[in-house]
């Protein structure tokens, strides 16, 4: 995986749910930031996010953690349809091929399942993380969470035959 060769990618078992929460929570707050406002921010990780429901948005799907040293620093979610949900790398582990890697994991179960197309919809963030992954823009779309717009982009994978 890159130059990290330290991390390895697992599935994630449903006692990962409270350490992806809080990675999540993270990683919005001090990556996302440079392109939400506080208020936006707060409304996508806030702070009284109720775990079993949190957990219970895993099951039934294709769920990969990223490990180092026994510690999550990423991890990704796709239904069994190929909705990539959730992908979400510590803001102390950017740039280091963690997303690419679990990326990669869940675009092969896709092909495994004969899933032909992968849908995201990419924070601004995001957006060209995915694009360098291969993924394409199918519209910019302005998204309500918790009575508060957000910008994202509806994106897709589709596997050259």
Partial sequence: MGANR???IRAFVSSDSDECLHLFRDTIHRVNLRDY????INAWAPPDVDL??????????FAYVACQAKIIVGFIDMTRLGHLDRLYVSADHQRQGIARGLVERVLRDAEQQGCQCVRTEASIT???????MGFAVIK????????VMLTNFQMRFSRRA
Wanted: aromatic letters at 12%; one cysteine or more; glycine letters at 4%.
């Fill in 6 to 8: 330290s991390v390895s």
């Fill in 37 to 40: 406002s506080p208020e936006q």
């Fill in 52 to 61: 079993l429901t949190w957990a219970r948005r895993f099951e039934d799907r």
């Fill in 126 to 132: 995001a957006k060209p993380f995915f694009e360098s």
């Fill in 140 to 147: 910019q779309q302005q998204v309500e969470c918790r009575g």
